[in-house]
């Protein structure tokens, strides 16, 4: 490119605004970290998720991405209130839920649905598909009365692409992609609006992973869905994805639109991370140059000050240590969530970091 790259570029034409649908400000979750068997005594705290933000906009995939136990399953599960955060806020529909309970918990939650991960763990081998999958009914009865609830299942069945007359048989007699679309008919059940799918592919063979997620984009157009979508690795979330969020070790360390992502990362860390993403091509995977991280990720209870990259970086400097990097807050993004719209949290990003105008 023969134009000269600054910091700070302005973004040329906004998108016209999308409403966001989820807003996650600040959320932090930090475990307890103790010592002892008999007498525990707290000595520190397990940082798993230590100030996120973004806006998941509805009928988009976001993608959320990070080595294992940078924290991505931890935002998932404080998105469901599945544990308590520690600070921060979860606006869904502009309504902080991350503090309800009871009743208020329940209507939202009919509204946000999680996929797990392991399909082989994740439905109980005791109960039949068509109990697994109308069990949210016994929660949520007014969605599917008891005399419409077998009809409902063989819908979630087929919808899913799995035979209705499949509907007595128990988790075993399954693949696991089988067992995986079990798991998403249940997502389903409840019709909600958001699907929060943790790593949904990552226990199944590479031959039915696309055909999963697939099944997933499929699902979204007809049901109008939003998804966050958590991969580990960005090959497989780029099917899928408008949008990607980077993690290490409990942050975000870039956002952005998906050919933003993948064909201009500024991070030092995506950066590392795409070059490990296998290229078809075998001229451009002569071309490319493999990026080997060194050392291991620090401890989550003891991160490094600054930049938490900064020790496996290979453009770290002083600066690096002293003072962290930060991205944008989201809402400046509101209505600019067009590929444009990019944010790293590097000081030395060496490409346009776009920011927002504000006309
Ligand atoms: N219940 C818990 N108690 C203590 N530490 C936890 C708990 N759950 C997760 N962690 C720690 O938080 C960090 C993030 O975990 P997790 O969110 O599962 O990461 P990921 O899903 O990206 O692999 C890890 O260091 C993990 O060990
Ligand atoms: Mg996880």
């Known amino acids: 490119m023969s134009e000269p790259t600054t910091h700070l570029t302005k973004v040329p ?28 005594k707290l000595v520190g705290a397990v940082k798993a998720v230590d100030g996120v933000s973004f806006d998941l906009y509805r009928g988009e ?17 404080l998105l469901m209130n599945l544990e308590t955060v520690t600070a921060g806020q979860v606006l869904y529909k502009g309504e902080d839920i991350s503090k309800l309970s009871g009743k208020a918990l329940k209507s939202v939650r009919r509204n946000i649905q999680m996929v797990f991960q392991d399909p082989y763990t994740s439905l109980n081998p005791r109960m039949t598909v068509g109990d697994i999958i109308g069990e949210p009914y ?10 419409d609830r077998r009809k409902a299942v063989e819908d979630l069945l087929d919808v899913v692409g799995l035979n209705p007359e499949y509907i007595n048989r128990y ?20 019709r909600p609006e958001i699907i929060v799918a943790d790593e949904p592919v990552s226990a199944l063979d590479v031959s039915v992973q696309a055909q999963v997620v697939n099944l997933m984009g499929r699902l979204q157009d007809e049901f109008d869905l939003s998804y966050m979508f958590i991969a580990h690795d960005l090959s497989i979330v780029r099917h899928i ?5 980077v993690m290490y070790l409990g942050k975000i360390v870039e956002i952005g639109g998906d050919a933003e992502i993948y064909e201009h990362p500024t991070h ?21 140059e493999r990026i080997i991280l060194v050392g291991d990720v620090p401890s989550p209870a003891n991160p490094p000050s600054g930049c938490r990259f900064r020790t496996r970086c290979w453009k770290a400097q002083e600066r690096c240590t002293l003072e962290e990097p930060l991205l944008a807050v989201p809402a400046v993004f509101r209505g600019l ?17 776009v920011v927002p105008t504000d006309d």
């Open 138 to 147: 016994e929660i949520h009865p007014e969605v599917a009365p008891k005399g």
């Open 268 to 288: 030092p860390y995506t950066q590392a991370l795409l070059s490990a993403v296998p290229v078809p091509d075998p001229d451009a995977r002569e071309r490319r």
């Open 337 to 353: 969530d067009s590929p444009a719209a990019h944010d790293s949290a590097c000081h030395f990003a060496e490409e346009k970091r």
């Open 13 to 40: 034409a906004p998108a016209p605004a999308r409403e966001p649908i989820l807003q996650v400000r600040d959320l932090v979750k930090h475990f307890p970290l103790t010592q002892g068997i008999v007498f525990r």
């Open 61 to 77: 995939t976001l993608g959320i991405v990070g080595e294992s136990g940078c924290g991505k399953s931890t935002v998932a599960r």
């Open 241 to 245: 994805s408008d949008r990607v969020g």
């Open 171 to 190: 988790p075993h007699q399954f693949s696991g992609g089988q067992r995986q679309r079990i798991g998403i008919a249940r997502g389903l059940a409840l």
